[in-house]
């Protein structure tokens, strides 16, 4: 409750941030006295540990990468998860050691990526319990991307072309099979074929499709659900599910853009 409004911050100003323009800063919602579960936490269920490996572009004995259902503005936007249902803090010794191995592996395999240059590594967690770790990469050469707007960049650039993202996936799924593992991302070899090791879906999951995040910032768990369709959100299928055949969202999926 604030009789005048917060002045807005001076990283408005920045060459990073995205908007310009009149911005207000928004009143802040009261606390709630207990926090809602998140995704695999008391009744929820955990959407990592339903997926099956088909939905991610590496499987190893203990980890798993997938990414989003399409191509997003970033050159590549991945994600890390443990197979066990583990949140970071928890995390045995031996996943924690390897939690930075797979940290380490992952940023050195996008920054070999052509027009990459940094990988940015985040952990919020907000949404689901299931540990997962963000790896977001920075385009060369855009200066004004560098820092933490980063993940709202992603939507607000235009998608990079299918090709180069499939192009992108194989290439981190084959430097990780490197040192083991399963990769299943392959690279585009015949342009009108569709996607088929881990973008099928079977007609009857089509309709999940467009609760479905297409960037890092979209992802349901970073963000707070919309007041007033916090019920149907509740039961959505998650946003960063990758989806158990995972699918291509149409055209339609595309403009609403989902921010549940
Ligand atoms: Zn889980």
């Known amino acids: 409750m604030q009789d005048t409004?917060?002045?807005?911050?001076?990283?408005?100003?920045?060459?990073s941030f995205p908007f310009e323009g009149d911005i207000r800063v928004k009143q802040l919602d009261d606390p709630v006295p207990v926090e809602p579960p998140r995704r695999g936490e008391e009744n929820r269920e955990?959407?990592?540990?339903n997926a099956p490996d088909e939905a991610y572009i590496?499987?190893?004995?203990?980890?798993?990468?997938?990414?989003?259902?399409?191509p997003t503005g970033l050159p590549m936007v991945l994600i890390l998860e443990s197979r066990s249902h583990l949140d970071l803090g928890d995390l045995p010794n031996l996943l924690a050691a390897e939690l930075g191995v797979m940290t380490v592996r992952l940023e050195r395999a996008i920054r070999s990526l052509d027009g990459v240059a940094r990988v940015h590594v985040n952990r919020w967690g907000d949404g689901s319990a299931h540990l997962h770790m963000w790896f977001l990469a920075r385009p060369y050469g855009r200066l004004?991307?560098?820092?933490?707007?980063?993940?709202?960049?992603?939507?607000?650039?235009?998608?990079?072309?299918?090709?180069?993202?499939?192009?992108n996936l194989a290439m981190v799924a084959a430097w990780l099979a490197e040192f083991g593992g399963r990769p299943l991302a392959e690279p585009p070899r015949i342009q009108w074929h569709a996607p088929s090791r881990f973008s099928t879906s079977p007609p009857d999951q089509a309709e999940t499709a467009d609760e479905e995040a297409v960037s890092v910032i979209e992802a349901?768990?970073?963000?707070?659900?919309?007041?007033?369709?916090?019920?149907?959100?509740e039961d959505a299928t998650p946003a960063d599910v990758v989806p158990d055949g995972n699918t291509l969202a149409g055209d339609a999926d595309r403009q609403t853009g989902w921010r549940g």
């Open 220 to 233: 349901a768990e970073e963000i707070p659900e919309p007041s007033g369709e916090s019920a149907d959100a």
């Open 144 to 167: 004004q991307l560098r820092g933490t707007f980063l993940s709202l960049w992603d939507s607000i650039l235009p998608p990079i072309s299918e090709a180069q993202w499939r192009e």
């Open 58 to 70: 590496w499987v190893g004995e203990r980890w798993r990468v997938r990414t989003m259902d399409r």
């Open 46 to 49: 955990c959407t990592a540990c």
């Open 5 to 15: 409004p917060p002045s807005v911050p001076d990283f408005t100003q920045w060459p």
